[in-house]
Nanobody
Framework: QVQLVESGGGLAQPGGSVRLSCAAS????????MGWYRQAAGKERELVAR???????EYADSVKSRFTISRDNAKNTVSLVMNSLKPEDTAVYFC???????????WGQGIQVTVSS
């Protein structure tokens, strides 16, 4: 079983930056995808960015060139640096882990990011 613990987030001004981190613990496959999803009030959860254990990345069009996802396989952590934040980036951000051998998916508890002046 994999557990995810998120940190970071909080309040930022438009144009500002926030860093999110997620630490995975437990039985972790060497073949996995970790990523960040977000859910704004009244909207469905959507992919923000994800990164495979090989380093391949995928970003939502709305965050390309502004957000950067990275991971440390030795520490089983994934980070999301969010720059040039916009009010529409306000959401609860969820860390996600997918074991590509079993397709088992685990979610973090979610962390609030609010972009407001």
């Amino acid at each position: 079983q994999v557990q995810l613990v998120e940190s970071g987030g909080g309040l930022a001004q438009p144009g500002g930056s926030v860093r999110l981190s997620c630490a995975a613990s437990g039985t972790i496959s060497s073949v996995n995808v970790m990523g960040w999803y977000r859910q704004a009030a009244g909207k469905e959860r959507e992919l923000v960015a994800r990164i495979g254990s090989s380093g391949a990345t995928e970003y939502a069009d709305s965050v390309k060139s502004r957000f950067t996802i990275s991971r440390d396989n030795a520490k089983n952590t994934v980070s999301l640096v969010m720059n040039s934040l916009k009010p529409e980036d306000t959401a609860v951000y969820f860390c996600n882990h997918i074991n590509l051998l079993t397709m088992r998916t685990v979610w973090g508890q979610g962390i609030q990011v609010t972009v407001s002046s």
